[in-house]
């Protein structure tokens, strides 16, 4: 792929503190990508929450921000620095989500922002659960039967239309569905919202 030759100045998003699932080896692949740029002649501003990692020592891009990384603080950047372009991909789910808010608010089109590595409608396919599943329903992809619940109740009708499909737990007389919280989503939640046991008899118990 040739250098842009209408982009100078690009805006790194990291991703932030390190958590289960994500930062440690996205702090690699920035500071990588940041010194790739560098090196082709790019204006490399970074924004990174976390000032334990390698992508902020101030000789791995030319500008670098410890700030929160949300809507606000970039938003700030965005209209302090007016890089031609942002790049989220390698801040994990972080960066990808918050760059879709960017994109919603209309931040991007304001500052004349082009946005690099992918586009926002991959990213909302990829990130948000049901679109994701429609995506794989649409091109014929096998995929498990799954529905989005907000409430145990839900949870509960759910698990009796598709019936006793669950792969059995260590207790060889049970059937155990995890609940996962919003870990993936990069909510706060990290843990789980709840575990339902079937019984041979069909009876449902949550905890």
Request: charged share 20%.
């Amino acid at each position: 792929m040739p250098k842009r030759q209408d982009i100078k100045s690009i805006l790194v998003i990291g991703s932030g503190p390190i958590v289960i699932g994500q930062a440690a080896e996205f702090d690699y692949a920035g500071t990588q990508a940041c010194l790739s740029l560098k090196e082709e002649g790019y204006r490399v501003i970074l924004i990174n929450s976390n000032p334990a990692t390698i992508m902020t020592d101030t000789e791995i891009a030319d500008k670098v921000y410890i700030e929160p990384i949300s809507l606000e603080f970039v938003s700030r950047i965005l209209r302090k620095e007016r890089p031609d372009a942002i790049l989220p991909t390698l801040g994990g789910q972080t960066g990808l989500n918050l760059t879709v808010k960017l994109y919603e608010e209309g931040i991007l089109d304001k500052y004349n922002v082009t946005l690099l590595g992918t586009s926002v409608d991959s990213i909302q396919k990829g990130e948000d659960r049901e679109k994701f599943r429609q995506l794989m329903i649409d091109i014929g992809e096998p995929i498990a039967e799954s529905q989005i619940v907000e409430t145990l109740d839900e949870g509960l009708e759910f698990i009796k239309q598709i019936g006793n499909i669950f792969t059995q737990s260590f207790h060889h007389d049970h059937t155990r569905l995890t609940i996962p919280g919003l870990g993936l989503s990069g909510g706060n939640g990290t843990g789980l919202v709840g575990i339902c046991v079937m019984d041979p008899s069909g009876h449902i118990n949550c905890f």
